[in-house]
T-cell receptor, first 113, second 112 residues
């Protein structure tokens, strides 16, 4: 089975721009979660989608949004980028319950200049 | 508000010895705990988990201990191997909310 894939792997943007990141989950997985990883902060939960619906949301501003398509692929969008948005963005998929093993993609490293 | 804390940013251990990674949590609603391992340029991979109804779970060289009264869990790796060198994240979840809360991670270096 193919693992979780994320595109692009690296991205450089400037302040004020917007960015869209993509995540393809493992086939059959219906839950996709997004995390932001920064040094010293660990993985901060952004949101989780299940069957095209946002089921859970972390404490991030509204500039961070996402969606999930009928094939379970998910996109994450960040508008009006700030320097502090520079981070590794990880997505993870699972069958449906976050208590089941989550399988992570390699991440998208975003640098905001 | 760091609900899950890994107070040691890094740990260095000699090959063959025991590695002990610690994690503290503050939310008493957490009832399921996990450890993930992350190598550079890769996503985290699941290592081991424990439910609050247990105080110990073992899988090969890896054992997780849970002390609910102290809101503390630890991961023991015995014996440590150079391939164990990675960042280890502790995570917790509560039945309500269905989301994982991660700690900041501990970098483990196993010296040969």
């Amino acid at each position: 089975k193919a693992g979780v894939t994320q595109t692009p792997r690296y991205l450089i943007k400037t302040r004020g721009q917007q960015v869209t990141l993509s995540c393809s989950p493992i086939s059959g997985h219906r839950s996709v979660s997004w995390y932001q990883q920064t040094p010293g902060q660990g993985l901060q939960f952004l949101f989780e989608y299940f069957s095209e619906t946002q089921r859970n949301k972390g404490n991030f501003p509204g500039r961070f949004s996402g969606r999930q398509f009928s094939n379970s692929r998910s996109e994450m969008n960040v508008s009006t980028l700030e320097l502090g948005d520079s981070a590794l963005y990880l997505c993870a998929s699972s069958l449906g319950d976050l208590r089941e093993t989550q399988y992570f993609g390699p991440g998208t490293r975003l640098l905001v200049l | 508000d760091q609900q899950v804390k890994q107070n040691s940013p890094s740990l260095s251990v000699q090959e063959g010895r025991i590695s002990i990674l610690n994690c503290d949590y503050t939310n008493s609603m957490f009832d399921y705990f996990l450890w993930y391992k992350k190598y550079p340029a890769e996503g985290p991979t699941f290592l081991i988990s424990i439910s609050s109804i247990k105080d110990k779970n073992e899988d090969g060289r890896f054992t997780v201990f849970l002390n609910k009264s102290a809101k503390h869990l630890s991961l023991h790796i015995v014996p440590s191997q150079p391939g164990d060198s990675a960042v280890y994240f502790c995570a917790a979840s509560a039945r309500e909310g269905n989301k994982l809360v991660f700690g900041a991670g501990t970098i483990l270096r196993v010296k040969s």
